[in-house]
């Protein structure tokens, strides 16, 4: 379980992250969602130590961050970051995968075991022996993700998976992350990409100039426009779709497209 | 405005084209929206259309591709720089100065123009992209949508007829990807500009757009307008179409036809009301 | 930031950390060199950079104090290694003061004003304009290095070194594909089409600005007369080291 209590973070004199209190447990998915600048990447810089603050508390598996090193915490709580480039070092994918392993100190052994495997599930094994700078923008994110992935973590944030990577790429990984989470691990996303998160069906924390807004259910979230306005966010189109219609009794807290679709024929039936 | 004949561009040292035999013209006014999945050939596409290929990045080109009269595969970026505009991804990499005045201010001392030209030039492309009070703010204090306002107006001060935006919302938020296009789609009305922009939210853009250009594998496999476009084959091409497009779509396919594809909410909810209607 | 100091013409500023600097290699007195290192406090304190400006000097205190050892041991007397010492102190103090409080687009202008063409004075306010960008991005990719398991703070020197590998590669990267996104967006707008541009905004000297240098050319003139003519009491008390420390003679 990931717990925050009362947390409050500045940064140059200012306040960036004001009173949040948030207890995800194990297995959740979560979305952490919010306009650019509502202190979602600072929150989960939290969970694997690299911010700390002094006033309030970040427990991890029962521990507070305080305690730990950022390596220690990083064995359980992988972040990915947003860019690749930022990772990206190695001369081959192979040996940049692997990074993480060794720094953990795991036999070669395990770690060709480990790295194989992570590199056949994201489709990099043909890549193994070539340069992560060869590969194009969506191939290297998908090699800054199988680098964290490949020690397994019991929790996983990922901030914004989703930009820069098209229509079938952004399918791709959602399956992948929705595969992951019903493996039993922990799943966090910062995102903005609402129609991306909504077929993932997570719980919402809605963040806001450095607080929580609101916590909750995608569908109750999602479908309250007042949220969406104050979070500088936009409703689903289908939530939109239906809202539009609600004098007709649609329920804006449709969301999903076949859901949309079965209740559209069901209602359509007489007049077509 | 643009006349595009069999135009392919391979990079040094690729042995595959990146483009092949593109085939198209653009008109005065057109709004344009090119998209595909990620390595169709957008991306090198746009950038024949001021010349940054083949001056800036090497390759080999053929066909013919004129831009406002102007041979762009013989030219350089710097003569085409007062007909195309160019609004590139990432904000932040645009704009260098300490204040967004001087950035915009830079394109037309490029040009060599007199002092009070380019005040009024920047005036004016500030006033239109509507950043008149970020004058004096440093660019890397601005949000992400402010940012490509300001880079909007960096191009709009060197007055061109064309303006090509590639994915300009790529890092902005969802309320700075609707107002951002929105303020581009105004620019097309109030000064008469022509638009090509490469965009992935075609949700977004659908009711702006005069025409659709899908590209994949570095040719164009669909064009026309959204409504003609947005069918169940090209959700498989890797292009992700409105999901109200998608869901009229399934709709069909289960028999149930409400008429033609609806490419916004809008239109969407006109024509199940429409049918309730009926009934 | 705007304070008077901020908004003067980085001309007359320049004159006066050069006038600082003149007088103070012109003088060994100690309390000549105290009164330029004090007087440039009033001007720190108008332009609100305090903070800044005394980690410049912590930040020559390493150098500052080698300096005054260097002297000690070799035989100078104390009074004379603390002038040495005061003396690059107020070297350090006059250009930081100069450089905090001038934007880098105006130092290009300035420059630009004064002959140098456009193209290497925009080389340099890009430069130094990129400065705090790049700094940020070290840290996020330091941020996202340790998130797979680097420690940088363990192991011996070498191994410490070698654990920079995957802070520079990054970054490295990182800069070139920064520089040629920039090169695009120039090229795309015209850079380098006329030598002759008439910039938008134009330094002019105001007159507070054209009073400040007056002045200083002024206070400048009467030291030069000073030192050469009225010779200053000394202050020195003439305490070396004692015989055992010294390794000369």
Known sequence: ?272 | MIEVKNLTFTYTGSNKPAIKNINFSIDKGEFVVITGPSGCGKTTLVRCFNSLIPSFYRGEISGKIDVLNLDASKSNTSTLAKKVGFVFQNPENQLFSLSVERDVAFGPENLGLKRDETRQRVDWAMNIAGIENLRETAPYELSGGQQQRAAIACVLAMKPEIIVLDEPTSFLDPLSSYQILEAIAELRDTVGITIILIEHRLDLVSKYADRIMIMDDGRIVLEGPPSNVYSEETKLLGVGIPKVSMLFNLLKKDGYDLGETPVTIEEASQKIRKCFQND | ?249
């Not at chain 3, 105290?34 to 009033?42: E, R, Y």
């Not at chain 3, 654990?163 to 120039?186: C, G, Q, W």
């Open chain 1, 1 to 272: 379980m990931i717990e925050v209590k009362g947390l409050h973070f500045s940064y140059d004199r200012k306040e960036v992250l004001t009173n949040v209190n948030l207890k995800i447990h194990d297995g959740e998915f979560i979305a952490v969602m919010g306009e650019n600048g509502a202190g979602k990447t600072t929150l989960v810089k939290h969970f694997n130590g690299l911010l700390k603050s002094n006033k309030g508390e970040v427990l991890v598996d029962g521990k507070s961050t305080k305690d730990s090193t950022v390596a220690s915490l990083s064995r359980n709580v992988g972040l990915v970051f947003q860019n690749p480039d930022h990772q990206l070092f190695s001369e081959t994918v192979f040996q940049e995968v692997s990074f993480s392993m060794r720094n953990f100190g795991y036999s070669e052994e395990i770690i060709n075991k480990r790295v194989n495997f992570i590199l056949e599930t994201l489709d990099l094994s043909s890549y193994a022996d070539t340069s992560p700078f060869m590969l194009s923008g969506g191939e290297r994110k998908r090699v800054a993700l199988a680098s964290v992935l490949v020690s397994d973590p019991k929790h996983i944030i990922l901030d914004e998976p989703t930009i820069g990577q098209d229509f079938h790429q952004k399918d791709k990984l959602r399956n992948f992350i929705v595969q992951m989470n019903s493996q039993g691990r922990t799943v966090i996303i910062v995102t903005h990409d609402i129609e991306f998160v909504v077929d993932c069906k997570p719980r919402v924390v809605l963040l806001s100039k450095g607080s929580v807004l609101a916590d909750g259910s995608y569908d109750s979230l999602f479908s309250n426009t007042d949220l969406i306005d104050k979070a500088s966010l936009m409703s689903p189109q289908i939530s939109l779709l239906m809202a539009s219609l609600g004098d007709l009794n649609f329920d804006p807290k449709i969301m999903d497209l076949y859901q949309a679709k079965t209740i559209l024929e069901g209602k359509l039936k007489n007049c077509l």
């Open chain 3, 1 to 249: 930031m705007t304070t008077p100091v901020h908004r003067m013409d980085p001309r007359p500023k320049f004159l006066i950390a050069l006038t600082i600097f003149i007088m103070s290699l012109l003088s060994m007195n100690i309390l000549v060199l105290l009164t330029l290192f004090l007087v440039q406090i009033p001007i720190i304190y108008v332009a609100k950079s305090f903070h800044r400006w005394f980690n410049s000097i912590k930040a020559g205190a390493v150098l500052a104090s080698l300096i005054f050892v260097m002297n000690f041991i070799t035989g100078s007397t104390l009074v004379f290694s603390l002038t040495m010492t005061l003396r690059f102190l107020v070297l350090i103090s006059a250009f930081s003061l100069f450089f905090m409080t001038t934007s880098p687009d105006d130092l290009g202008l300035a420059l630009e004003k004064m002959g140098l063409p456009y193209m290497l004075s925009f080389t340099f306010t890009t430069a130094v304009r990129l400065v705090p960008t790049v700094a940020l991005e070290a840290q996020t990719i330091i941020d996202a290095q340790r998130s797979r398991g680097l420690e940088l703070d363990k192991g011996g020197i070498v191994n410490r070194i070698r654990k920079y590998i995957p802070i520079l590669i990054p970054l490295i990267v990182s800069a070139i594909r920064r520089s040629t996104e920039l090169a695009e967006a120039l090229e795309s707008r015209a850079f380098g089409v006329t030598q002759k541009r008439e910039p938008l905004t134009v330094l002019k000297m105001k007159q507070s600005d054209y009073l400040v240098a007056a002045t200083v050319f002024l206070t400048l003139l009467i030291g030069i007369y000073i030192q050469i003519t009225i010779s200053l009491p000394n202050f020195d008390n003439n305490v070396t080291m004692p015989p055992i420390w010294q390794f000369w003679d």
